[in-house]
C-alpha cells in the first residue's frame, strides 16, 4: 500500500463520438465507423478525430486482435473512470507488484490505485530503476514485471529496459501516461511518440484512443508479454483517455487461460502440422543416435520452461551428452555434474567453445545463436557443418520462437516450441548410451590444457585469479561457509 495526495482535477467524459477509422473486419473490409457490434466485432488501431496524430499501418501487424479471440465476460462496467479500470484489469490478471514513478500524465491512475493493498507499489529514484527492476522481478518470480510512468522522460526512460527485455525473452509490460488526445502533435508538454520509439524493441506497442477499448487493449497486452517466446509490450495511455468516465456498458475481456472452441478448420491445420512436427522430431532423435561427437547447448528457454532443466538433465544422462550453457542459460544443467561444459562463448570456457567446433552434432535447446557465442558465422562449428553436409550430423535448433531457427546459422533440422513440450516429445525417440570415451576424453584434454596455461606463481600478497576461484569452488562442494 502506498499514499498519495489525490488531485482535484474535475473528470473527463470520453468522446465516444465515431472518429474516422480502419477497421479491421472479419471480412477484410473497412468499416466507416468504429462501434463494437456483432457485424463489426474486431478492435482496431483507430485514428483519433484528432488530426494531429500520426499512426503507422504497420504499428499492428504482428499483433492484431478482435474481441472474439480475446472474448468477453458478461461483467459490463458504467461509471468507472479509465483509471479504475486499469486497476480492475491488472487485479484480474493477478498483479501483485508494480514498479513505477508518478507523473501528472499518469495521475488519474494513481488516483485509483494508490488505496489499493491488492499489490505492492515500489517507487524508484528514476524510471529506467523501474525497467531494471520489473525485469529482475520477471525474470525471478515467472511473472510478468509492470512499470506504470508517466510521459515524455517517464517513458523514455523505460527504453533500455524494454530492449533488454526484448533480447532476453522477459515478460515486461510499461504502460504510460500520454498528453490529452488533443494535444497530441502540438508538441504539448512532456510529449514523446513513444510508440514509434518503442517499435523495435517491443513485440507490440501501441496507444489507447478510446476509452471503451481500455480494456481489451491491457488484456491483450498480457496476452503478448506472455504469449510465445516472451518479451516486452509498450501500452500509451492519454490522460483524458485514463480520467474519462465510461458513459456506456462495455463488456470486460476474458483471461487468455478461458478455453475457447476451436474453429474445424484450424483443427486440422493443427493435426497436419502436428504430423510434421512429430516427423521431424524422429529425424533429430536420428542424428542423436547416429552423432559421436554431439554437444548439447542450453539457452533461457531450458530455464524459462517449467521442466526445461529437468527434461535437459534426462536427455543429457540418457544420450551421454557433454552440455554448455549461455549467460542466461545458467542453472539449466549441474554445473558439478561431470558432463556440464559451463558457460560458452567470448566470457565462457575455452572448451566448451573447443567442443562446439569439433562437435558433429550441436543441439541447440532455447538458444539464439548471439554473435558472442558464434564469433565468425562463417567460421562456427566447421565440424557440424560437415557433418550436415554427410548427412550425419549438424545443427538440431529447439526454440519456441519460428523467427530465431535459421536466423543465424542455418538448422540441420529445426522444431519449434516450448522446450518441455519439444523435449517430452524427443526422449522417447532417443536410444540410451553409456559413456562416449574418446569424446569426454578429447574434452577433458582441452579443460587441463585450458588450466595449465592459468597456472604460475603469484607475487608475494596477491591472489591470482585461477586461486580464489578454486577456493571458492571448494567451499562449494564441501558446503562450509566461507571465512569471515
Keep these: 500500500m502506498f499514499e498519495l495526495q489525490q488531485t482535484q482535477e474535475p473528470q473527463l467524459e470520453a468522446d465516444l463520438s465515431p472518429p474516422t477509422s480502419h477497421s479491421i473486419l472479419p471480412s477484410n473490409q473497412v468499416s466507416s465507423a468504429h462501434e463494437y457490434n456483432s457485424e463489426s466485432y474486431c478492435i482496431s488501431h483507430t485514428r483519433h478525430s ?10 499492428f501487424d504482428n499483433h ?3 474481441i472474439e479471440s480475446v472474448g468477453i465476460e458478461q461483467t459490463c462496467v458504467v461509471g468507472m473512470t479509465g483509471g479504475e479500470i486499469f486497476k480492475e484489469m491488472i487485479q484480474r490478471h493477478k498483479v501483485d507488484v508494480i514498479f513505477g514513478y508518478p507523473g501528472g500524465a499518469v495521475m488519474p491512475i494513481f488516483d485509483a490505485i494508490y488505496q489499493s493493498t491488492d499489490f505492492d507499489f515500489i517507487l524508484p529514484r528514476h524510471e529506467q530503476g ?97 504469449s510465445g517466446r516472451p518479451g516486452p509490450v509498450l501500452l500509451d495511455m492519454p490522460k483524458d483517455i485514463t480520467a474519462a468516465t465510461i458513459q456506456e456498458p462495455i463488456c470486460l475481456p476474458k483471461l487468455s487461460s478461458a478455453v475457447e472452441e476451436e474453429n474445424p478448420e484450424d483443427s486440422l491445420d493443427r493435426h497436419i502440422k502436428k504430423k510434421l512436427r512429430e516427423e521431424t522430431i524422429q529425424r533429430c532423435a536420428q542424428l542423436i543416435n547416429q552423432s559421436q561427437k554431439p554437444v548439447i547447448y542450453a539457452g533461457q528457454g531450458v530455464v524459462s520452461s517449467a521442466l526445461g532443466p529437468t527434461l535437459l538433465r534426462q536427455l543429457a544422462d540418457k544420450a551421454c551428452i557433454p552440455v554448455t550453457t549461455t549467460l ?46 558464434t564469433g565468425n558465422v562463417a567460421k562456427f562449428a566447421p565440424a557440424a557443418k560437415a557433418a550436415a553436409a554427410a548427412g550425419k550430423g549438424g545443427i538440431v535448433h529447439f526454440d519456441i520462437s519460428p523467427k530465431q531457427i535459421n536466423r543465424v546459422v542455418h538448422a540441420t533440422e529445426g522444431v519449434e516450441g516450448d522446450i518441455q513440450e519439444s523435449l517430452t516429445d524427443l526422449l522417447p525417440f532417443v536410444s540410451a548410451v553409456s559413456h562416449r570415451p574418446k569424446w569426454f576424453n578429447q574434452i577433458e584434454e582441452w579443460e587441463k590444457k585450458t588450466l595449465a596455461s592459468l597456472t604460475g606463481h603469484a607475487p608475494q600478497g596477491i591472489v591470482k585469479r585461477k586461486d580464489r576461484s578454486a577456493s571458492l569452488n571448494r567451499k562449494a562442494q564441501s558446503n562450509d561457509p566461507p571465512p569471515s
Design 64 to 66: 492484431e486482435f478482435d
Design 328 to 373: 542466461l542459460g545458467l542453472g539449466a544443467f549441474d554445473e558439478f555434474d561431470v558432463k556440464s561444459l559451463h558457460m560458452l562463448g567470448m566470457h565462457g570456457a575455452a572448451y566448451a567453445n573447443q567442443a562446439m567446433q569439433k562437435a558433429d552434432l550441436i543441439i541447440a535447446l532455447g538458444a539464439r545463436f548471439d554473435e558472442r557465442v
Design 130 to 226: 523501474a525497467g531494471h527492476m520489473a525485469e529482475g522481478y520477471a525474470r525471478a518470480t515467472g511473472k510478468p514485471g509492470i512499470v506504470l510512468v508517466t510521459s515524455g522522460p517517464g517513458a523514455t526512460n523505460t527504453v533500455t529496459a524494454l530492449n533488454n527485455a526484448f533480447k532476453d525473452g522477459t515478460p515486461l509490460l510499461v504502460f504510460s501516461g500520454q498528453v490529452p488526445t488533443d494535444a497530441v502533435g502540438s508538441d504539448a508538454f512532456q510529449e514523446m511518440d513513444i510508440v514509434s520509439i518503442t517499435r523495435p524493441c517491443t513485440k507490440w506497442s501501441a496507444m489507447v484512443t478510446d476509452i471503451k477499448f481500455l480494456p481489451q487493449y491491457i488484456s491483450h497486452a498480457f496476452n503478448v508479454a506472455t
Design 50 to 59: 484528432n488530426p494531429n496524430i500520426n499512426y503507422h499501418e504497420s504499428d
